[in-house]
């Protein structure tokens, strides 16, 4: 989960988490909840009990999420614009090309920060140890989702049977002016955040 505030001082959640009464209470003193963000069609599950909590929050997701949860009021589906209400702050790119899933990639202006769900993962060696097999930290490396090579996991990047959407959603995150880059999987990137991007966006290709 990552929160932006706006600066009128409302709240911009993107991909909550399952939430409880702690959880609510520091949400609250941060400002008013007027925004709950999905990326993509799996980072959704804890939208319902956000919504019951906040009805006011305007639900926003792709069309791949809209599908999942007919029932709730989402707004129009994100697409490759981001919606007038969030700008300047909010910036986005639509990845789209796989016929399993899309993303919406977020880019928050005043602190330079590219925003991602499970398009680039990175996960540390350190993360890998305590929570990984033995066996299964050289199919990591393999899969190109470590910080050594990070990536979109191999089977998602195969997925891509028309990447040409997807290469232009990336040239729009290139040009951003990004510094860090933090992620629902991997060790986020605090410094160098452009850098790190055009390497994990490498198996795009031109």
Do not use: C
């Given at each position: 989960?990552?929160?932006?505030?706006?600066?009128?001082?409302?709240?911009?959640v993107w991909s909550p988490v399952k939430l409880d009464e702690a959880l609510k209470a520091k949400v609250d003193a941060l400002g008013?909840?007027?925004?709950?963000?999905?990326?993509?069609?799996?980072?959704?599950?804890?939208?319902?009990?956000?919504?019951?909590?906040?009805?006011?929050?305007?639900l926003w997701g792709p069309a791949s999420t809209l599908k999942r949860f007919p029932a709730l009021p989402f707004q129009a589906a994100l697409e490759d614009a981001p919606p007038e209400v969030?700008?300047?702050?909010?910036?986005?790119?639509?990845?789209?090309?796989?016929?399993?899933?899309?993303?919406?990639?977020?880019?928050?202006?005043?602190?330079?920060?590219?925003?991602?769900?499970?398009?680039?993962?990175?996960?540390?060696?350190?993360?890998?140890?305590?929570?990984?097999?033995?066996?299964?930290?050289?199919?990591?490396?393999?899969?190109?989702?470590?910080?050594?090579?990070?990536?979109?996991?191999?089977?998602?990047?195969?997925?891509?049977?028309?990447?040409?959407?997807?290469?232009?959603?990336?040239?729009?995150?290139?040009?951003?002016?990004?510094?860090?880059?933090?992620?629902?999987?991997?060790?986020?990137?605090?410094?160098?955040?452009?850098?790190?991007?055009?390497?994990?966006?490498?198996?795009?290709?031109?």
């Amino acid at each position: 989960m990552a929160i932006a505030r706006f600066g009128n001082g409302d709240l911009w959640v993107w991909s909550p988490v399952k939430l409880d009464e702690a959880l609510k209470a520091k949400v609250d003193a941060l400002g008013h909840v007027a925004h709950l963000v999905s990326p993509n069609k799996i980072h959704h599950l804890n939208l319902p009990e956000w919504h019951a909590a906040y009805p006011d929050a305007a639900l926003w997701g792709p069309a791949s999420t809209l599908k999942r949860f007919p029932a709730l009021p989402f707004q129009a589906a994100l697409e490759d614009a981001p919606p007038e209400v969030w700008q300047p702050e909010i910036d986005q790119a639509w990845f789209r090309g796989s016929f399993a899933m899309d993303e919406v990639v977020f880019f928050h202006q005043p602190s330079q920060t590219v925003i991602l769900a499970d398009l680039i993962e990175a996960f540390s060696d350190d993360f890998l140890k305590e929570h990984w097999s033995w066996w299964q930290r050289p199919l990591a490396a393999l899969d190109g989702i470590t910080v050594h090579n990070p990536g979109a996991p191999r089977e998602w990047r195969l997925s891509f049977t028309d990447r040409m959407p997807a290469r232009a959603a990336r040239d729009k995150v290139l040009g951003w002016p990004v510094e860090r880059v933090i992620m629902a999987h991997g060790e986020w990137q605090r410094a160098n955040g452009h850098a790190f991007l055009k390497r994990a966006f490498a198996w795009l290709g031109d």
